[in-house]
């Protein structure tokens, strides 16, 4: 959904809760005040299971050579038990967790004491200090954008280290997974648990909170909508990008060193994986500015689903296709690579064009051409907290008239392309794709509920003019 906001005058600031005959208050902007069976229950299910689930998968690889089946038919048959399984598990190492210390602080520094340059000799990219979205209390946070830059210094270091310095080895994340898995544990927890008592104790803003008096629902989705420490450690922009999406790649050319170490070459899957997922990377970090007017920022709490997610989740199953590669080298051949190359690149134009659209949309204020023409939009208006009634354009033009969220389209693309690279002897590697597409599609059922709850009538208007949401003709 590509929507335009902007402020008007000082008297029409003024209304208060109604917008298009529907009211609107905080309760429908922003994650739930109650909470259902339903949701109770899905949060239940996640702060149980997740962690698990990444544990399961990273043993497999460990100690099944990425099988997820075979785990189960040996604790099935008897010819093993769990506490073999975990008797097997590296376990939490002083080495592990100086490195990970050591990273997490780099990133730290990196973000809170070394301001944008990049802005200043990169032509189109925008970084330093820029606004974020309006809150539903009326606030408008300033973020310093200098993901990009930490992206290059970070890297820069890194094969500094693999091509000179051989201060460590290049396969040292590899090496050192599983200990560090308890790390990012600890760390996705802590941070979690923090945020949630710094929502009861010391928000930052009071009015951005929501409780809904359930302790597990709280803490899964969080209290606070924007905390922060100081005035530039924000939680969310930190901990979304950095130190997760940094390490993406970093991880990526570890397990393709570990591949190298191991059977003296790197197949052209894991070079594919590597490039894919390495545009993936910079162009979140390229495009950290426009980060801001996304569903993570604009509407997300920070809690655990956002805290612990991004510390564990991200680093460790979003990389499963180069991990499984590592223990099945896959040497595609070439139409297979060619055709894989260029699903993933169609699906990364797709999503980065379509996005483009957008925020060409929003900064132009429609005053802008959408192939060729003047974009159609639809208008509408919503009310914040404070009572400030604001006024916005959903784009209705370009991609945006396929669907509501076409970007999402071209995301599944890309995500299927990775998981291609590794043949089909096993299934592990294809959870990303299973991941992404009940992901995104629950998050377009999720952003679309609260558009209904934020724009009312004219959001009914705006799907009526763009019916399908992620597939033209069918869905």
């Keep these: 959904m590509a929507a335009l906001q902007e402020k008007r005058s000082s008297e029409e600031r003024k209304h208060k809760s109604v917008q298009n005959g529907a009211e609107t208050s905080q309760g429908q902007w922003g994650r739930a005040w109650e909470v259902d069976w339903f949701s109770l229950a899905s949060i ?12 399961y998968f990273i043993m497999s ?12 038919v040996d604790l099935l048959m008897g010819n093993t038990h769990l ?16 490195i990970y210390i050591l990273w997490v602080t780099f990133q730290v520094i990196l973000y809170v004491f070394i301001p944008d340059f990049c802005h200043k000799f990169l032509p189109g990219y925008v970084g330093g200090i820029q606004e974020g979205a309006v809150t539903p209390a009326g606030v408008v946070n300033k973020y310093e954008i200098n993901g990009l830059q930490a992206w290059i210094i970070t890297h820069v270091i890194w094969f500094a280290n693999a091509c000179y310095f051989h201060c460590f080895s290049p396969t040292i994340i590899f090496d050192n997974w599983i200990p560090l898995l308890w790390c990012a544990n600890i760390l996705g927890y802590v941070v979690s648990t923090f945020a ?8 930052s803003n009071a009015k951005d909170c929501k409780f809904t008096g359930n302790f597990f629902y709280d803490y899964m989705m969080g209290i606070e909508f924007n905390p922060r420490i100081g005035k530039w450690f924000d939680f969310k922009l930190f901990f979304n990008g950095r130190p997760g999406i940094v390490a993406w790649t970093l991880i990526n050319l570890s397990y393709a060193a570990k591949q190298q170490e191991l059977h003296g070459k790197v197949t052209n899957s894991m070079i594919l994986v590597n490039v894919l997922q390495g545009i993936y990377v910079l162009d979140f970090f390229w495009n950290e500015s426009w980060y801001l007017k996304t569903i993570d920022i604009c509407h997300d709490h920070f809690g655990w689903y956002l805290g612990w997610g991004d510390c564990v989740w991200l680093p460790y199953l979003y990389t499963l296709q180069g991990l499984y590669l590592v223990y099945h080298p896959v040497q595609l051949g070439t139409a297979n690579a060619v055709g894989i190359l260029i699903l993933g690149l169609a699906g ?9 659209q957008k925020d060409l949309f929003r900064r132009t204020n429609g005053n802008c051409k959408i192939w060729g023409k003047k974009p159609e939009y639809i208008e509408c208006s919503y009310t914040s907290v404070d009572g400030t009634k604001y006024y916005s354009k959903l784009m209705t033009s370009g991609f945006w008239g396929w669907a509501r969220h076409f970007n999402y389209t071209g995301d599944l693309m890309g995500s299927l392309a990775y998981c291609l690279t590794c043949g089909f002897v096993h299934i592990l590697p294809y959870f990303y794709i299973v991941y992404m597409a009940i992901l995104l599609t629950h998050r377009c059922i999720r952003d679309e509920h609260r558009c209904f709850s934020k724009y009312g009538k004219d959001w009914k208007r705006y799907t009526t003019k763009v019916p399908y949401r992620l597939i033209p003709g069918i869905f």
């Design 348 to 356: 990364y134009y797709i999503f980065r064009v379509t996005n483009h």
């Design 44 to 55: 239940l299910f996640l702060l149980m299971f997740a962690p698990l689930i990444v544990y």
């Design 196 to 203: 949630m008592i710094k929502g009861y104790f010391f928000p």
């Design 61 to 72: 690889c460990d100690q099944y050579q990425c099988s997820l089946i075979n785990p189960l």
């Design 83 to 98: 506490s073999d399984i975990w008797n097997k598990t590296p376990t939490l190492t002083y080495k592990a967790a100086g």
